[in-house]
Nanobody, 125 residues
Framework: QVQLVESGGGLVQAGGSLRLSCAASGRTFSSYTMGWFRQAPGKEREVVVYISRSDGSTYYADSVKGRFTISRDNAKNTVYLQMNSLKVEDTAVYYC??????????????????WGQGTQVTVSS
């Protein structure tokens, strides 16, 4: 069992930055691919970015490429999402997820075993 707790959300003006953190319990953090998803009001949850458990490779949604950066610290059981040049359309609840279901693909929710409770990010114009 892995428990995930996100932090770092808040209200920021367009063009600003935020860093989200996701702290994981358990001693098997390094064996999971870690992803960030987001869900805006009235929309489906979508993948933002993930970082592989095996080689640290990353995937970014086109909408955040060049602005967001994911990193992980396996010694601290924590994954980070640095968000720069934020836009109003980045407003959403952001969820951290831990996954091992490679056969379902890590761009899909089904690839993940555990989810955090979410943290609100609001970008004002």
């Amino acid at each position: 069992q892995v428990q995930l707790v996100e932090s770092g959300g808040g209200l920021v003006q367009a063009g600003g930055s935020l860093r989200l953190s996701c702290a994981a319990s358990g001693r098997t953090f390094s064996s999971y691919t870690m992803g960030w998803f987001r869900q805006a009001p009235g929309k489906e949850r979508e993948v933002v970015v993930y970082i592989s458990r095996s080689d640290g490779s990353t995937y970014y949604a086109d909408s955040v490429k060049g602005r967001f950066t994911i990193s992980r610290d396996n010694a601290k059981n924590t994954v980070y999402l640095q968000m720069n040049s934020l836009k109003v359309e980045d407003t959403a609840v952001y969820y951290c997820a831990a996954g091992s279901r490679y056969y379902r693909g890590y761009s899909q929710e089904g690839g993940y075993d555990y989810w955090g409770q979410g943290t609100q990010v609001t970008v004002s114009s």
